[in-house]
């Protein structure tokens, strides 16, 4: 198994939903929203320690249990194993009928799910657990509820983690950032550096870990898509509920993923009595890795900056990688636009810019 995090439903899940269901006078867990306490006892979120997704024992799980690719009703495969244990009402036909119908791209062909009772699930998954992620691989309970948690709540957070694993986010992983456009619109770069995020944690600030909010953003995306509108949000931070900006970019990572930077050019040439200083603005929607280049006229020795968007505030300087070429590397992080600067330095001539942005 690959060293990727295994992620795990925990029972915080039901924990809570039931502590609020007999605290609220009149409140059920369906009208829950983000004023929900943003602290769990540590024993409630975390597993034990060395109870992860143990993939020798998944491994073994298709000798045993019946299931395999499915073909379904929209011509899509999907892998789905099955405990004996659950009897016949669930099948992995039905399993990967639920599946296929969830908003998802083409890493739905990667997946393989393994649906079993709850024994099962904490035995493979963690003690305290309804269902666990890790390395293209999901397990869920299949009985109709625990408490008020159903496979299907559990299903999409744990596909939700399924996406997040298949997309990419550089320099950061997406499995633990959540993918490009939700992580740049939840602010989650500005969230580390602030100390109010915690990537990859899935201990002491489980309910701070944006590859968890991400899970569950999906999870609720996904509800509103199937008409269930009761956002229950009960194991992450109130302060990562998603907004409707936050579902629309949630969407667009599942279905128009992030691939690669954008390259931009630009080009000026600098005259005897011309202006000395030449300003590019640059759009900066998504956070990530920037990367700038000017080429210079021979002999110049021309200051190329990047600036915050108000024109002024210097960021960074470019340094010469040859005579006649200058870049700089920096990490975008919260900044919606930024300006590069070029000044005119001795001789004048053709100036380009190439900027590579996400």
Known sequence: MSSVPVRRLATAFLLVVFVLLLAGAGVTASRITPTVATSLPYGMIADPPGTGLREQRVAQLPVSW????????????????????????VTPQSEAEFIVHLTHGAEISKLAAYFGTIDEVQSLCGAQALGCYGDNQLVSFGEPTIDGVTPAEVVR?????????????????AID???????????ICQRVTQGSAFPGDEGSHYDQNPGEAWAETYRLMDERKNGITTATWNIVSPSFF???????????????PYTAARTSSYRKVFTKKGKKVWLVRLQTPLDGSLALSARLPKKSLDDVALLSANGRTVL???????????RLTTTICGQRSLVVRVTEKGVPGPVSVTAATP
């Open 66 to 89: 019946p299931g395999g690719p499915v073909t379904t009703s929209t011509g899509e495969t999907v892998t789905v194993y099955v405990s004996p244990s659950l009897g016949g009402s």
């Open 157 to 173: 957070h744990e596909y939700g983690h399924h996406i997040a694993f298949n997309r990419l986010n550089p320099p950061w992983s």
């Open 177 to 187: 950032w959540g993918p490009k456009n939700w992580a740049s619109n939840a602010g």
């Open 242 to 256: 998603p907004s409707e900006a936050a579902y629309q970019a949630a969407e667009r990572d599942v279905l128009q």
């Open 316 to 326: 960074k300087h470019a340094a010469y990688v040859g005579t006649r070429m200058k």
